[in-house]
């Protein structure tokens, strides 16, 4: 059994009997208390009831510490982490889960971190992580059905020595347990592609940090990449750079335009815009603006 609702055997069932019951002083500060998402935190911990309750317990605490509940409104990321951090949400898988993209090789690693403190860095992913489950809730509410984890693309193209750095390596995994401890089962499935032969290196200094299950959920991909991805996704929701047929609406293969709902206009001045699509793959212009689901304009 899979474990998830309406897939269930009799101890799974019981299993989630115990936990709502265990956890009822905790449920308003939750931020989702149906099964589905009680259901994330069981698999998580393989149904061990007391794990599953410690785990979520700590995951409150966490939010109350970070202030999670209004981290999208009311924190926004130092500019400098908007600016040089390449990447962002484009698109959906053909289940309907939304897509992240990693674009890594313009990241300048030892530069951003002179630059901004490790907590602005960690709380920008929890609020990447924040928008992603709102879209999640959001394509639940579109298509009817439970959508709840999405589908990344790690574009390592040009992952050289300056991306080992051990200041940058000992963040990166920071941020990695904090996923693994605070969204359970929120990933489905990860792409790396283009990998250079220095990617194994860099992938066992961080492998450690992750549980089996997410390591099970990562496929480093060959030279067959883009046929991969269009297995998965269908052509229309993944840009022509990557083997799709999304470009921006001048033609752009990388979709740089697309960036998120608001675009810098002359002047540094901010526009409103409805481009569905968030994305980031300024490999030849990594200072484009940081994508985000909630920008407005006048908000910068």
């Not at 991969?228 to 033609?251: N, Q, R, S």
């Amino acid at each position: 059994m899979s474990g998830r609702v309406g897939d269930l055997s009799p101890k799974q069932t019981e299993a989630l009997q115990q936990f709502q019951e265990r956890i009822q002083d905790i449920l308003p500060q939750l931020p989702a208390q149906h099964d589905h998402f009680l259901l994330r935190w069981l698999r998580a911990r393989n149904f061990n009831v007391q794990k599953s309750e410690a785990m979520l317990r700590k995951h409150v605490e966490f939010r109350k510490q970070m202030k999670v509940d209004t981290i999208i409104t009311e924190w926004r990321p130092p500019e400098v982490i908007e600016k040089y951090l390449s990447g962002g949400m484009c698109g959906y898988d053909r289940e309907g889960s939304p897509i992240w993209y990693d674009v890594i090789g313009p990241v300048d690693p030892k530069g951003l971190f002179l630059s901004a403190s490790k907590q602005d860095f960690i709380k920008s992913k929890i609020r990447d992580c924040e928008m992603l489950q709102k879209e999640c809730n959001l394509q639940t509410q579109r298509l009817g059905r439970n959508i709840e984890s999405i589908t990344m693309i790690y574009d390592v193209e040009g992952l050289g020595l300056k991306h080992l750095w051990k200041p940058a390596i000992e963040t990166y995994g920071e941020i990695l347990q904090m996923f693994e401890d605070n969204y359970p089962e929120g990933l489905k499935r990860l792409f790396v592609i283009k990998a250079p032969k220095l990617f194994p290196v860099a992938y066992n200094l961080v492998k450690h940090f992750l549980s089996e299950n997410t390591r099970q959920k990562i496929f480093i991909l060959g030279g067959n990449w883009q046929e991969v991805l269009l297995k998965y996704i269908d052509a229309e929701e993944l840009p022509m750079i990557y083997g799709g047929k999304m470009t921006d609406p001048d033609g752009d293969p990388r979709c740089r335009t697309r960036v998120s709902s608001v675009v810098l206009k002359d002047g540094d001045e901010l526009e409103e815009t409805h481009i569905c699509c968030r994305c980031c793959f300024n490999e030849d212009q990594p200072r484009g603006p940081r994508p985000s689901l909630l920008l407005r304009a006048g908000s910068r």
